[in-house]
Nanobody
Framework: QVQLVESGGGLVQPGGSLRLSCTAS???????YMWWFRQAPGKQRELVA?????????NYADSVKGRFTIARENAKNTMFLQMNSLKPEDTGVYYC?????????WGQGTQVTVSS
């Protein structure tokens, strides 16, 4: 079955960096567009970034452009989100998502907290 497992979250000070990973299984990873979403407390889940199957096309929310970089390593069925210059408003649970077999699949999420 399709599984997505996020890791790499944690507590970081404003201005710091974190690198999130999403490891996938149960489908042909290299064939599918992938996304990162996040959800802050009391807010709706929002799109952070997306990446095409081959990695050549990426898109970002305006709020993270220039600070976050999405990437993937298809040989390892893994997607990454490099987050630099983190701000308190980046705090939330970060999820990876894939649409495959006519369904959306989500990981369990990884908590990112940006605070001094």
């Amino acid at each position: 079955q399709v599984q997505l497992v996020e890791s790499g979250g944690g507590l970081v000070q404003p201005g710091g960096s974190l690198r999130l990973s999403c490891t996938a299984s149960g489908f042909t990873f290299s064939n599918y567009y992938m996304w990162w979403f996040r959800q802050a407390p009391g807010k709706q889940r929002e799109l952070v970034a997306g990446i095409s199957s081959g990695g050549g096309v990426t898109n970002y929310a305006d709020s993270v452009k220039g600070r976050f970089t999405i990437a993937r390593e298809n040989a390892k069925n893994t997607m990454f989100l490099q987050m630099n210059s983190l701000k308190p408003e980046d705090t939330g649970v970060y999820y990876c998502k894939v649409h495959v077999y006519d369904n959306d699949y989500w990981g369990q999420g990884t908590q990112v907290t940006v605070s001094s």
